[in-house]
């Protein structure tokens, strides 16, 4: 047999059979996928101490409330660019925010109790929404806490990033 032929019957035998097996498994699951970037609508984000989520925002109205240094209530309207939204849900897929829990917190009694820091993070898609409440003194899982709170200063960034942007533009 040629070089040729042998090259010709291991493409054949090994690399085609290769390919198709990718295509028939990984299609669905890719096709399926459970967040979609271009599914995207909008994202909630609330936090506060204790079970009183004071401060808040809201993507699909731009609307972003909380208090400052002074006490004092500050109601802004923020627009987030398509930019911002594809690199939060990359963000939150990259820290496995779609396999946290709906709470992260240490047990029952603390989601009632505790006076720590609550966050509140809700992502919505056209289909379905993923919602996540983490309170700042978790203690259980390390990776857990970990993509909760990344998650959470990613938002929160994105949000005084957008925040300033708009400042910028509008001197």
Known sequence: MSSRGKKIFLASTIIVPFLIYCIVYYAPIIRNAPFKAKEFVSLEYKWGAGNNLENSYN??????????????????????????????????????????????????????NSKALRYFMKFNYQKKSKEVTYLADFEGNPKMRSAAAQMQKVIEQSIIDAEQRQKKLAK
């Open 59 to 112: 993507s699909a109205t731009g609307e972003y409330k909380y208090y400052n240094n002074d006490d004092s209530l500050i109601v802004t309207k923020v627009e987030l660019t398509a930019r911002d939204k594809k690199f939060l849900d990359s963000n939150a897929d990259e820290q496995g925010f779609w396999n946290l829990p709906d709470v992260v917190a240490n047990n029952e009694n603390d989601i009632k």
